[in-house]
């Protein structure tokens, strides 16, 4: 059973950057694509950024020109640097990963969550 595990979390103040991280227990280049939702009290979970196994990137509008997505395949590890965190930022943040097993076949695989939160 493929698991992604995510770290990096915590409180920060308006303004302040957070880097979040996102192991895979396999070789990266099996999954396609891998990215962050996240999920705010009381709204719907949203797509938050995510990155093909050939690099493209793809990023809600609400974080465009703040987060960076990036993946290490030596690693299997993806990241999500947050820079000029807002407290509508404050979410549990989830890894999501699509395990490529053959030409039509694949699955999704969730993490625990980690949440972050933005507050002075």
């Not at 308006?14 to 979040?20: D, K, V, Y």
């Not at 493209?56 to 965190?85: C, E, H, P, W």
């Not at 979410?91 to 999501?96: E, L």
Request: contains cysteine.
């Amino acid at each position: 059973q493929v698991q992604v595990v995510e770290s990096g979390g915590g409180l920060v103040h308006p303004g302040g950057s957070l880097r979040l991280s996102c192991a895979a227990s396999i070789d990266i280049v099996n999954i396609n694509p891998m990215g962050w939702y996240r999920q705010a009290p009381g709204k719907q979970r949203e797509l938050v950024a995510a990155i093909s196994r050939d690099g493209r990137t793809n990023y809600a509008d609400s974080v465009k020109g703040r987060f960076t997505i990036s993946r290490d395949g030596a690693k299997n590890t993806v990241y999500l640097q947050m820079n000029s965190l807002e407290p509508e930022d404050t979410a549990v943040y989830y890894c999501h990963a699509v395990v490529v097993t053959g030409i039509t076949t694949q699955y999704e695989v969730w993490g625990q969550g980690t949440l972050v939160t933005v507050s002075s």
